[in-house]
T-cell receptor, first 110, second 110 residues
Framework: RKEVEQDPGPFNVPEGATVAFNCTYS??????FFWYRQDCRKEPKLLMS???SGNEDGRFTAQLNRASQYISLLIRDSKLSDSATYLC???????????FGSGTRLQVQP | NAGVTQTPKFRVLKTGQSMTLLCAQD?????MYWYRQDPGMGLRLIHYSVGEGTTAKGEVPDGYNVSRLKKQNFLLGLESAAPSQTSVYFC?????????FGPGTRLTVL
């Protein structure tokens, strides 16, 4: 079983739609969680950190449920520029190395 | 600041050839990493370093060696390339909650 699992998609949504991605993790050594965004053939870039209390950054909301080992990302009012692959990521405290899910591809259509 | 840079951007090797990938960062980060990304998979950790002169194995270290002689540079070596090492290689450095990635090196082994 992969340590971090995501639905690969693709999710095809119209502009303005709300879309939610989910992710589950199995490695309890992962102490911190993040969503990274990766555009086609480019490097991953940090989108936002994920906390148990939930956090919001503009149109993006992330939530961590440690009891269920479940992470979510909600994107409201989708824009064409949101089209990308979204990577669910865990980090262990010691090495600070990242464990990546395989990514969920989002395509926002006009 | 240039951030994290990688050299070369592209390379084609024949089976059995050797090469070195160079990663450089100008942000004075202690932690540096090498990942590989294959189609349909998340990034996987090859080796990492927690400071100048130190290196450690990640999840997929076989067939690779690394060196961190200077704080700003992290080298990844392939002594005898194999087709299974065809991949996109990303270097990263870390501060706080964020890892900064280089633009990647696309390596094909024939």
């Amino acid at each position: 079983r992969k340590e971090v699992e995501q639905d690969p998609g693709p999710f095809n949504v119209p502009e303005g739609a709300t879309v939610a991605f989910n992710c589950t993790y199995s490695n309890s050594a992962s102490q911190s969680f993040f969503w990274y965004r990766q555009d086609c053939r480019k490097e991953p870039k940090l989108l936002m950190s994920v906390y148990s209390s939930g956090n919001e950054d503009g149109r993006f909301t992330a939530q961590l449920n440690r009891a269920s080992q479940y992470i979510s990302l909600l994107i409201r009012d989708s824009k064409l520029s949101d089209s990308a692959t979204y990577l669910c990521v865990g980090r262990d405290t010691g090495r600070r190395a990242l464990t990546f899910g395989s990514g969920t591809r989002l395509q926002v259509q006009p | 600041n240039a951030g994290v840079t990688q050299t070369p951007k592209f390379r084609v090797l024949k089976t059995g050839q050797s090469m070195t990938l160079l990663c450089a960062q100008d942000m004075n980060h202690e932690y540096m990493y090498w990942y590989r990304q294959d189609p349909g998979m998340g990034l996987r950790l090859i080796h990492y370093s927690v400071g100048e002169g130190t290196t450690a194995k990640g999840e997929v270290p076989d067939g690779y060696n690394v060196s961190r002689l200077k704080k700003q540079n992290f080298l990844l070596g392939l002594e005898s390339a194999a087709p299974s090492q065809t991949s996109v290689y990303f270097c990263a450095s870390n501060v706080g909650n964020e890892q900064f990635f280089g633009p990647g090196t696309r390596l094909t082994v024939l």
